[in-house]
């Protein structure tokens, strides 16, 4: 027997009735951006690799270490599998000149590709749904893109996901605060662990991130950032606070939260929760008003966020909110090989009006298929029995409710009869 050949690690197959729980995630998404005014853009999974090293930055966890890369055998083309969105959204928008008749919303589903070490809530393979807001300048878009985040728990019923932000200012104040930081960290250059001291003047505002407990009261220590900020930055974070307390969203200020990439500006954001053990963090995002361009094109603003899909499921799953899978409303029995025509036909007539119908394939005893038909969870059975196929009958026999009734109806008016069945 050859060798079975499985799934490479850290990328996972969505199997059914799993996979019936993304449909409903990505149809809830869906509604929601229609709602919000967001449209949809596709841009492809593999990108020339300095997109990503430009704009995510050279010192960032993704770019040193977590890039699935190569080198194309054919041309030389450096390309890179996407570890996140933004930077192919907006290369999309500068290459196909989308801002130039004002600000775009738009949003994605699909795939992204990091070398890391899997574990719960963190793949090499795994899905995001991202907003991009193009070219709007004012912190009621942040609040906008934050509160789509809220609207999104409400719909999915998930309540125990908390809001964090912070602002991380302009280019100018952050190398300000970046000074007075590398001060303080020199000043105690024995509690830096090893990638502290590498990242001490490259990007010493990501040590503030770090997980390590022997440097948290270091960091606590730290010069803020916000104490940097000048009057325009600090008007715009109030800007947000203000239409957040107003849309009655809680937020927690978190002057530590900094994020993983380079391109932000301003606005930070994460949406957090306790529920997922070391992988809390369902949502992440802010504004890159550098970004487009830093990418090539003319000037213009943004922001966006990133939700890692397998988290809110993950969430979803201990919430236990999601509906069921969701099963047929019938299930054709055909006893015999000669009623298959008509149970074809019948069962079209039945799907053209709106029913599912799941019929029987494979042959086998009555009692086989009744078997299939009560595991298929339908509501209903229909049975082609040669008794009322020669009357021009075929037999609805209730699978579900003890109440009803075994009734008869005409094959050959299927859509008169046919909403008795979608409903219980
Ligand atoms: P983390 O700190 O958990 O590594 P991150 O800051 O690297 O997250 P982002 O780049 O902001 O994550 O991506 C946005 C969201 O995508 C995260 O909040 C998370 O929900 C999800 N995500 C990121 N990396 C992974 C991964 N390897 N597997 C599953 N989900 C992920
Ligand atoms: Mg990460």
Redesign the pocket.
């Known amino acids: 027997m050859p060798e079975k050949i499985q799934a490479v690690k850290g990328m996972n197959d969505i199997l059914p009735p799993d996979s019936a729980r993304w449909e409903w995630f990505e149809e809830t998404v869906r509604a929601l951006m229609r709602r919000y005014g967001y449209q949809n853009i596709r841009v492809p999974i593999v990108e020339p690799t300095p997109l990503f090293v430009r704009s995510l930055g050279e010192v960032t ?1 993704i770019v040193e270490k977590e890039m699935y890369s190569w080198t194309d055998a054919m041309n030389g083309d450096a390309l890179t599998l996407r570890p ?1 969105g933004t930077a192919g959204v907006v290369r999309a928008a500068v290459e196909h000149s989308m801002l130039y008749d004002g600000g775009k919303r738009l949003y994605y589903m699909g795939p992204m590709f ?1 070398h ?1 070490r899997p574990q719960r ?3 090499r393979q ?1 899905h ?1 749904v991202g907003v991009e807001a193009l070219g709007y300048a004012g912190p009621d878009v942040d609040a906008e893109v934050i509160l789509m985040c809220r609207s999104l728990w409400r719909d999915l019923g998930l309540n125990d996901v908390r809001l964090e932000l912070n602002c991380l200012g302009q280019a100018a104040e952050r190398r300000a605060h970046r000074e007075a930081l590398v001060a303080h960290f020199e000043a105690h250059r024995e509690v830096l662990d090893a990638e502290a001291q590498r990242r001490l003047h490259s990007n010493p505002l990501r040590i503030l991130d770090t997980k390590n407990p022997a440097m948290q009261a270091l960091v606590e220590a730290a010069p803020r950032l916000m104490d940097y900020l000048g009057d325009a930055s600090l008007k715009h974070f109030e800007g947000l606070c203000g239409a957040l307390e107003a849309a009655g969203q809680p937020f927690r200020v978190n002057h530590r939260l900094v ?2 990439m380079d391109y932000y500006s301003l606005t930070v954001f994460e949406w957090t929760t306790d529920r997922l053990g070391a ?1 809390g ?4 995002g802010g504004r890159y008003d550098g970004l487009i361009e830093l990418v090539g094109g003319k000037p213009a603003p943004g922001i966006g966020w ?3 899909i ?2 809110v499921l993950d969430l979803l799953q201990q919430s236990g909110t999601a509906p069921p899978p969701p099963v047929p409303d019938a299930y054709a029995v055909v006893p015999d090989e000669a009623a298959l025509p008509v149970a074809v036909q019948v069962s079209e007539a039945l799907r053209t009006a709106g029913v599912a119908v799941l019929m029987h394939a494979g042959g086998g005893s009555m009692k086989s298929q009744f078997k299939r038909a009560d595991a298929s969870g339908a509501r209903w059975a229909l049975v082609f029995g040669a008794n009322e196929l020669a009357q021009g009958l075929v037999a609805v026999k209730p699978l579900r409710d003890a109440t009803a009734s075994q009734v008869t109806r005409p094959l050959a008016e299927a859509a008169a009869w046919a909403a008795e069945l979608l409903h219980r």
């Open positions: 966890d996140e990091r890391e809530g963190r793949y795994f995001q994020r993983g992988q963090t369902v949502c992440g990133g939700l890692g397998e988290r």
